[in-house]
């Protein structure tokens, strides 16, 4: 299936949405740090998300007839995004956060393959060659060493990056007949169904105590929201693999927003990094043009 025409506005407004999903990051960085557990955190950002594009949906009056194949479809993807986040949240959990970030960073890397695999995309030089070369600033931004490796969190992350690459290839193509908006919505309400179902059944909601706590979970709940809902909006103008190219630069806003909110210093070997993986996304930009 191929993408619809992106557009300079589509990709900017795909990088926006990559600076709110490091914005959340960086404030899940001081909520998990006060005190918020996982499964709360994860439960109030997809309910946020919902309402997100619950609001969109009713501003634009996007709805759509519905079938079972639909609803079926819109389950599936639900699962994806439930099982990316937890997964994410294991490696978190069990690996050095910078580790965890780069070993999910490799989902640009199976999306290109699918894409291949499904003759939705082809694999150029200049797209391998921007992979490689934002895999490699990753590297130098997140500054990663060995020490610490975990094998399951190592497996959870890979396993999060093989998830969320399966989300990002399905979701063009399970419940067609819906439109962007109400499929996304469709989405976010069954998953916020069954991650605030597995967080009350295992009784881990758990409200914090302190404002900047609370602060922290604030942000991550409303940057999450806008970004990750602004990308499956985007996902079908842009398709998954130029989605997943621009997204490099995620890992990027991570580490100048810490360093502005939070005061983390970058190097000038992070700052190289930085260049090197703005530098892939222009040049594959560039090259589709």
């Known amino acids: 299936m191929k993408p ?6 589509a990709v900017a407004g795909l990088l926006l949405c990559a600076a709110s999903l490091a914005s959340g990051h960086v404030s899940a960085r001081i909520a998990f740090g006060h005190g918020v557990n996982l499964l709360t955190a994860a439960t109030l950002r997809a309910f946020c998300a919902s309402l997100v594009v619950l609001l969109f949906v009713l501003s634009r009056r996007a709805f759509s007839p519905v079938t079972r194949g639909d609803l079926a479809g819109s389950f599936v993807l639900a699962l994806g995004v439930v099982g990316q986040t ?5 490696a978190v959990k069990r690996l050095p956060v910078t580790v965890a970030i780069l070993l999910f960073y490799t989902y640009p890397f ?6 291949a695999l499904t003759g939705d995309h082809r694999i150029t030089r200049t797209l391998a060659l921007s992979l490689v070369a934002a895999f490699s600033g990753l590297l130098l931004v997140l500054g990663v060493s060995p020490a610490g490796v975990d094998a399951w969190g ?3 992350a ?3 990056a093989v998830v969320f690459t399966g989300t990002l290839t399905l979701t063009p193509r399970l419940a067609p007949g819906l439109n962007a908006p109400f499929r996304t919505l469709l989405m976010f309400t069954a998953a916020t169904a069954v991650i605030g179902g597995i967080a009350v059944g295992t009784d881990n909601v758990r409200w914090p105590s302190e404002q900047i706590a609370w602060a922290g979970l604030a942000g991550l709940a409303a940057f999450y929201a806008l970004g990750i809902v602004g990308l ?3 996902l079908p103008r842009l398709g998954p693999m130029q989605t997943a190219v621009v997204l490099n630069m995620e890992p990027v806003f991570v580490a100048v927003i810490s360093w502005l909110a939070v005061g983390e210093r970058l190097t000038g ?3 190289a990094g930085a260049a090197l993986v703005v530098g892939a996304v222009i040049a594959n930009q560039a090259r589709r043009r």
């Open 4 to 9: 619809a025409a992106g557009g300079g506005f």
């Open 86 to 90: 937890l997964l994410i949240q294991l």
């Open 110 to 115: 199976f999306t290109a393959l699918v894409s």
């Open 154 to 156: 190592v497996a959870a």
């Open 158 to 160: 890979v396993g999060a």
């Open 232 to 234: 499956y909006l985007l």
């Open 269 to 271: 070997l992070q700052l």
